[in-house]
């Protein structure tokens, strides 16, 4: 009895009623809240949908003195703000289930990247959340695997074999959306790149490719322009794109960031959308249902990558400290087409 009042907290219940309740063991409940990876999706939303039912509250502070206190670091240089607020959404959530601390570090070019990771090991980061366009930067990572920090790469679309990583099938995502535009009807559909430096660029691009020849369609270079995953990118590269004499009568776009500077393109020039250009994105980040008219694209689910990559990061971050043997595990999370009013009217 003395042992269910210490874990008793500011709501009423326990671990063990929320083990009753979800019909499995109080250490499976531990590792649910503690983020464990070696727990099923079934047995997480149970112990979840019991958490909630019973209004149990983690007592942080209790267990930080349990197991010490995590601190989770995260390396930054993202361009797209939209896809870096979803993603420290996600990845603060999980962290305060996680009874962690997330701290951070910018770095805007590759000789800030040692200064940045050299500040986080400084300030106590146990471990390292590598999000885009990072994780696919050789000399953070290989820094960061010679002094052997545990690290999760993000939205990486050639995970290292030795680095734990959170992804989605780009090439099949943007293969999707081709097929859809397809689909519709068009031929003669544009595509704007994203960061040559960013592996989920190129493969959104090779898919592309892939799928208009699929349609017996070869691209020409003019339907062909380069975008850096940011708005103002976006505008040059539909500029280019929209200014020829004879237009594309849609625009796939490698981010929401640049499919919407295609729209304000579009709209500037009295353009209709999506009669006149159906365009697409990629993501769905929040711009996609604040831009008129909202934005097909695909959803890239970045707020459960940054959840999975802090349950990764903190489960190694246990091994370690346990002296455990390290664990690579590589998840792939699901993506999945959203048709809005920007590639046809009434979809």
Known sequence: MGEKKNDRNTGGATVYDVARVAGVSAMTVSRVINGSAHVTDATRDKVMAAVQSLNYQVNVAAR?????TLRVGLLYSNPSAAFLSAFLVGAMDQCSQSGATLILE????????????????ANGADGILVPPPLCDSKSALKQLDEIGMPTVAVATAKPVSSMSAVRIDDYDGALTMTRYLLSLGHRDIAFIKGDPKHTPAQLRYQAFVDAMAEAGIKVPAERVAQGLFTYRSGLS??????????????????????????????????????????????????????????????????????????ELLVEQIRRRRAGESKLVQHRLLPYTLITRESSTLGE
């Open 64 to 68: 930080a003195a349990r197991v010490g």
């Open 106 to 121: 910018n770095c805007e070019d590759q000789r800030s990247q040692r200064a940045a990771i050299e500040r986080l090991i």
């Open 237 to 310: 590269a539909a500029r280019e794109l929209l200014g020829q004499k004879d237009r594309p009568t849609a625009v796939f776009a490698s981010n929401d960031d640049m499919a919407a500077a295609v729209i304000a393109v579009a709209h500037g020039m009295h353009l209709h959308v999506p009669d006149d250009l159906a365009v697409a994105g990629f993501d769905d980040t929040p711009v996609a249902t604040t831009v008129w008219p909202e934005l097909t694209t695909i959803h890239q689910p970045i707020g459960d990558m940054a959840r999975s990559a802090v």
